[in-house]
């Protein structure tokens, strides 16, 4: 009984534990999604996808930050475009990051010291690759709304990121199982290596 049990899971793809499972042959669009008007839609199961890192209170600016008021930055990537740089080292078109930012809270719970996540997103931000860009990367900041419109060059989050990012105009070098990787496939951006004196 159970051996026919288990087939029947396995025929029908239901999901033994765990999250959805795809039916043989089947694909997830996990592709950017755009509004008619051309703003994009904000990715609803965002956090189902691939954690590829976690900050804290993480500035380009060397100015002090705010003293008492830390803050998370977590990054996701959907999951198709992570499986293709797994292979190339190279981010495919239609490659999706979201950053999400969230407070830090202080002790609560169990919790004596340190700090964890506060349940509130402070901010959202979402890096998208697409062709059909301008430069074929774009940046899209959600104030709490289902769509956002594109945020226009020359924003200095552009140029930030075309001067530094490790591979493709993205921080790979803060994505600790990945940057390895991108070193071993040699697809570390001149700018980064010169960054880094070639390392």
């Known amino acids: 009984m159970l051996r026919e049990l288990m087939l029947m899971v396995l025929a029908v793809g239901i999901p033994v534990q765990g999250g959805p499972v795809a039916a043989k042959g089947a694909s997830v669009d996990d592709s950017p999604n755009y509004t008619a008007s051309g703003e994009l839609k904000m990715p609803e199961k965002y956090r189902e996808w691939v954690f590829l890192t976690s900050g804290v209170d993480m500035s380009y600016?060397?100015?002090?930050?705010?003293?008492?008021h830390s803050m998370f930055d977590n990054v996701f990537v959907n999951p198709t475009s992570y499986r293709r740089f797994l292979e190339t080292g190279s981010w495919p078109d239609k490659t999706t990051m979201v950053l999400e930012i969230r407070g830090a809270e202080?002790?609560?719970?169990?919790?004596?010291?340190g700090h964890s996540q506060s349940p509130e997103i402070m901010g959202m931000e979402v890096h998208?690759?697409?062709?059909?860009?301008?430069?074929?990367?774009?940046?899209?900041?959600?104030?709490?709304?289902?769509?956002?419109?594109?945020?226009?060059?020359?924003?200095?989050?552009?140029?930030?990121?075309e001067?530094?990012?490790?591979?493709?105009?993205?921080?790979?070098?803060?994505?600790p199982t990945l940057i390895g990787?991108?070193?071993?496939?040699?697809?570390?951006?001149?700018?980064?290596?010169?960054?880094?004196?070639?390392?």
């Open 128 to 161: 998208v690759k697409d062709s059909r860009l301008d430069g074929g990367w774009g940046f899209f900041e959600f104030d709490g709304k289902e769509s956002a419109s594109l945020v226009k060059r020359p924003a200095s989050c552009y140029t930030c990121h």
């Open 61 to 68: 600016s060397p100015n002090p930050a705010m003293a008492g």
């Open 106 to 113: 202080g002790p609560s719970s169990i919790n004596k010291r």
């Open 181 to 199: 990787l991108a070193k071993a496939k040699g697809t570390l951006s001149k700018e980064y290596l010169t960054e880094v004196g070639g390392k």
């Open 163 to 175: 001067q530094h990012a490790a591979v493709d105009t993205t921080f790979v070098q803060f994505y």
